[in-house]
């Protein structure tokens, strides 16, 4: 069913759901699942609360936890199963972006530069976006006590950041999907529609939308 698709990823901003789909693709896949693991991140919680003086040590905290998770999975590519991840590689430039000023961007991207390993495109990339206030809703279920910080405006800016990232890629097959009214790990049925929207995939930019 999904032979083509060995290496799929799932990507969207916070609250997009993503870690949580990749969970649910890996198991029906029997696939490898990869996941970014922002909870190891010790310089996150304080980059909630204080943007301006912990971005830049949040940022390189992922971009080498990354980049060594990149290099692992290229060692492995030509023995591995299916994989699932969520998360990209060249969206830590898009968050890097965002968040630093100036002089810590220009300083990070040479960082990035020299890091990053050569890596095949995936398969496909799945990119759930929905509306801040949607992102926001399920940010504050989901509870997590260093995200209490978080506040829409920023959840917003980063979703902007993902949509104009996207709207600009063409490395590989591309399904966007509008995750608003649907809930792919508790309701089977919206799980179902999208293994057949991937199924019938043909060209390289598609979209899947579900109205209220």
Request: overall charge neutral; charged content about 30%.
């Amino acid at each position: 069913m999904f032979s083509r698709f060995r290496h799929i990823v799932v990507e969207g901003p916070i609250g997009a759901g993503k870690t949580s789909l990749a969970r649910k693709l890996a198991a029906f896949l029997d696939a490898e699942l990869i996941l970014e693991n922002a909870d190891e991140n010790p310089f996150l919680p304080r980059f909630y609360e204080d943007r301006r003086r912990y971005a830049l040590p949040a940022q390189l905290f992922f971009l080498v936890a990354r980049v060594e998770q990149s290099r692992k999975l290229n060692q492995g590519e030509l023995f591995s199963p299916a994989r699932v991840a969520d998360f990209m590689l060249e969206k830590d430039l898009l968050f890097a972006k965002t968040i630093l000023d100036d002089a810590e961007f220009r300083l990070y991207r040479q960082l990035y530069e020299g890091m990053k390993p050569p890596a095949a495109a995936p398969d496909l990339v799945i990119y759930l976006q929905a509306k801040s206030s949607a992102l926001m809703e399920r940010i504050k279920r989901r509870g997590r006590a260093y995200e209490r910080q978080l506040n829409e405006s920023y959840v917003a800016e980063i979703s902007t950041a993902y949509s104009e990232f996207f709207y600009h890629y063409d490395a590989s097959p591309l399904l966007i999907v509008n995750s608003e009214n649907l809930n792919f790990a508790d309701k089977e049925a919206d799980f179902e529609l999208l293994l057949r929207r991937i199924k019938d995939m043909r060209g390289t930019r598609e979209f899947f939308n579900m109205g209220a």
